[in-house]
């Protein structure tokens, strides 16, 4: 019975590993872009990376790179074109930006970029920053040393609102970058909210990944946002939260408000708290 057994295995397994062709999809536009109130406009432009056969070394990454495109906001009285420029504090380490147009509470922010076939454009909003009333670093109970942060704002319970948290580390780059879980709906909040805010990181091998260390310098970027944006925020916390259980993945595509691309244009207003973090 085993003799028959073992090949009948090896037949199954040789039979389950046959190649499978995958047609390339064209390259997409992606476009990472925000403005914050009293900020200057920010855009990363890229397309998509295509599945390959090849092993694909991390230089290859900067052939796509859109360097060369036209990209304009318009803020409903005028319109300014973004100047293209390297950047080795944001990653990709390529920015379009410009200082003739700041941010401003309550205005809508239209984008266009233009470059070759790729034609698209976003709209977005600024709604008015909420002020964190407290911030309080809370050790973990298991692991000593290492803290989550527990942050309280006042909610209006009057309207709709949506809020999304970054952090930046001391000494990185000027990116922020996204908590983990970190976008909220004021339906699920009391008037006197509180939230407990990770680290960005999350790396699945360190369990200490998403919190902070004792004494290090952290900067808190508190949004809040329109809806669309906390529908692109919110499908990617759900991509990140359920994009690695084998059981209950995430097979949604993530949300967009770019029409003609990939990505996001996100206005924020904005509030900033540099605290160190101490028990």
Same mark, same amino acid.
């Given at each position: 019975?085993?003799?028959?057994?073992?090949?009948?295995?090896?037949?199954?397994?040789?039979? *389950?590993?046959?190649?499978? #062709?995958?047609?390339? $999809?064209?390259?997409?536009?992606?476009?990472? !872009?925000?403005?914050?109130?009293?900020?200057?406009?920010?855009?990363?432009?890229?397309?998509?990376?295509? @599945?390959?056969?090849?092993?694909?070394?991390?230089? *290859?990454? &900067?052939?796509?790179?859109?360097?060369?495109?036209?990209?304009?906001?318009?803020? !409903?009285?005028?319109?300014?074109?973004?100047?293209?420029?390297?950047?080795?504090?944001?990653? +990709?380490?390529?920015?379009?930006?410009?200082?003739?147009?700041?941010? #401003?509470? =309550?205005?809508?922010?239209?984008?266009?970029?233009?470059?070759?076939?790729?034609?698209?454009? $976003?709209?977005?909003?600024?709604?008015?920053?909420?002020?964190?009333?407290?911030?309080? $670093?809370? #050790?973990?109970?298991?692991? +000593?040393?290492?803290?989550?942060?527990?942050?309280?704002?006042?909610? &209006?319970?009057?309207?709709?609102?949506?809020?999304?948290?970054?952090?930046?580390?001391?000494?990185?780059?000027?990116?922020?970058?996204?908590?983990?879980?970190?976008?909220?709906?004021?339906?699920?909040?009391?008037?006197?909210?509180?939230?407990?805010?990770?680290?960005?990181?999350? &790396?699945?091998?360190?369990?200490?990944?998403?919190?902070?260390?004792? &004494?290090?310098?952290?900067?808190?970027?508190?949004?809040?946002?329109? *809806?669309?944006?906390? #529908?692109?925020?919110?499908?990617?916390?759900?991509?990140?939260?359920? =994009?690695?259980? +084998?059981?209950?993945? *995430?097979?949604?595509? @993530?949300?967009?408000? @770019?029409?003609?691309?990939?990505?996001?244009?996100? !206005?924020? =207003?904005?509030?900033?708290?540099?605290?160190?973090?101490?028990?």
């Amino acid at each position: 019975m085993y003799r028959l057994l073992l090949p009948l295995l090896l037949v199954f397994f040789c039979l *389950s590993c046959e190649e499978t #062709e995958v047609e390339q $999809a064209p390259a997409q536009l992606v476009v990472e !872009g925000w403005i914050d109130s009293g900020g200057f406009p920010i855009v990363k432009l890229t397309t998509t990376v295509p @599945i390959s056969k090849q092993l694909q070394s991390t230089d *290859s990454l &900067n052939s796509f790179l859109l360097r060369w495109a036209k990209v304009t906001v318009n803020d !409903g009285t005028r319109e300014v074109v973004l100047t293209g420029m390297p950047h080795k504090d944001y990653f +990709p380490p390529y920015i379009y930006t410009t200082s003739d147009m700041r941010g #401003e509470v =309550g205005k809508t922010y239209t984008l266009r970029v233009d470059f070759q076939n790729f034609h698209a454009h $976003a709209v977005t909003t600024i709604p008015k920053p909420v002020a964190l009333t407290s911030i309080k $670093a809370e #050790e973990l109970p298991h692991f +000593p040393g290492w803290y989550k942060l527990r942050v309280r704002f006042t909610d &209006n319970p009057a309207t709709t609102d949506y809020y999304k948290v970054f952090v930046r580390q001391y000494n990185h780059r000027k990116d922020f970058h996204s908590t983990y879980l970190g976008t909220y709906n004021d339906r699920l909040l009391p008037t006197q909210a509180s939230i407990l805010v990770s680290n960005s990181r999350q &790396n699945v091998a360190n369990p200490n990944a998403t919190f902070f260390k004792q &004494n290090e310098f952290i900067t808190i970027k508190f949004c809040h946002i329109d *809806s669309v944006s906390y #529908e692109f925020w919110k499908s990617m916390d759900d991509y990140h939260g359920k =994009g690695r259980n +084998p059981l209950f993945n *995430s097979m949604q595509n @993530i949300r967009s408000n @770019i029409h003609g691309g990939l990505g996001y244009w996100c !206005g924020y =207003g904005v509030s900033y708290y540099t605290i160190v973090v101490e028990g």
